[in-house]
């Protein structure tokens, strides 16, 4: 018994013509689609429908399910598109959504799309969906899939999509501009310092050496005030005539510890 | 924000009647949530961008209806969602989970509060279908024509008022919020809210809201 179901919205109609594989064909009860001969797609504006069967039907449920998700949560997807399958994807340009239904998966000569008018076969069809259309398209779908006495065993799986899923290259590229970043900075200091001579080690000449062993022994000579535990702040190095000038200090602080 | 005010009041209240809630909870779990499964979330909570994007859509849905604080007070009583969202402060709380809020409650909001902000969403998009539809299409014909917003009365009007929203209750401070310092950028943000709200309308928008939600975050 051929059956036709019809799922209307303003912007979107799905047409679904069947048979009744139940034989028991009941007066009062909606008899139930269970083999799908032919399957309509149209969306106002265009010229004609979508014609197909159930690979088509199949392939437009997954690939609205994947998009309205995808745009629901603003999260792309990873995966690679398969050109055998319907694509559905945000417009590259401006707003809306870039249909396109590989040539195979349409009724050849049924559709206006399909026919070969000069002579050229287009490998899909490609048509531009708005974000209205494109939600007239999913409530016909998400109707189609609740209505149980059409195709019962359809299904859509709504589920989040896995962190792998999603792991977009534009995430992969900016997670590898640190290190790019990093790896280009030492890349650029190399070169630089890449240019700049060796510093020549002079060593210092004899008569030099000897000229500050002498003053040396003046320091230790200032050095045992200021060993004090009262005053460890004093530097080593300090010359002379510093450490005479800081001399005082320790002198007073005995006075004032007590 | 009237909601301020009532808020210290009500928070000791809270603590009382934890145990009394819970057991609420799992009764409301039975009816109102049906078909929203619980992702496998560590902790039971929802993720950072959970937060941001429910309370994000609220304030779309703000900015869309004048009355929507009244509608959502409405709604948590048809909806029987009261054992979950006891009342505005409770909302206000919850909605304050979102970091980038001025506010921000810096708590966790648990699955069965991010399921009862769903359904409030939900809810309340139903209630604008058609005014959404309309604005979508106007920025459609906008676009096509090269206008700006300000030709269409609804629309700017829409977006100035989500511009105020977002300004006054949003952290400027936050690097996340830096993005959208210019009007341009907000009303990008408040026309892409707008076509996110529209897929909640749907059948299956409740479900299709909630699993959007979590994408990306399960393993």
Sequence with gaps: MPIQRQYSLPDCVLTLDGLSNSTESAAGNRPELSVLTRFECYFAGEKAPLVGGRELLDSLIGATNTCVQASISGVQSALKADDSKVQLQPAKEGSGFDLRVPAALLFQGTSAFSSTEEGLEKPAVELHISAVQLFDLMEAVDQLTADQQTLPELQVVIQPRSRRDVMSTQLVLEQSAPIALGVASVAVAAAAVFFIPAPKVQSPPKELQTQPSTSQPLSPAAAPPRANPSNPVGSPTATPSQSVTSAPTPATSPQTSP | ?219
């Design chain 2, 1 to 219: 924000m009237r909601l301020n005010d009532m808020g210290l009041q009500s928070i000791s209240l809270m603590d009382t009647d934890k145990l009394e809630m819970q057991g609420a909870m799992a009764q409301t779990d039975s009816y109102a949530f049906a078909g929203l499964v619980d992702p496998e979330m560590p902790g039971q909570v929802c993720p950072r961008r959970t937060r941001i994007q429910l309370d994000w859509m609220l304030l779309a849905l703000e900015a869309l209806d004048l009355n929507a604080t009244e509608n959502i007070i409405v709604g948590l009583h048809e909806l029987q969602l009261q054992p979950v969202i006891k009342n505005r402060v409770h909302l206000w709380q919850l909605r304050n989970t979102n970091p980038l809020r001025r506010f921000s409650q810096r708590q966790p909001l648990s699955l069965t509060e991010g399921k009862a902000l769903v359904v409030l969403a939900c809810y309340l998009a139903r209630r604008q279908t058609s005014t959404i539809r309309q604005l979508l299409r106007a920025d459609e014909q906008l676009r096509s024509k090269n206008l700006s917003a300000e030709h269409h009365f609804r629309l700017a009007q829409y977006l100035e008022r989500f511009r105020g929203h977002f300004l006054s209750r949003m952290n400027a401070n936050r690097t996340a919020i830096a993005p959208y310092k210019s009007s341009e950028a907000l009303n990008d943000l408040a026309l892409s809210l707008l076509g996110q709200i529209l897929f909640c309308t749907g059948t299956a928008g409740m479900q299709r809201l909630w699993s959007s939600l979590f994408d990306g975050e399960v393993a």
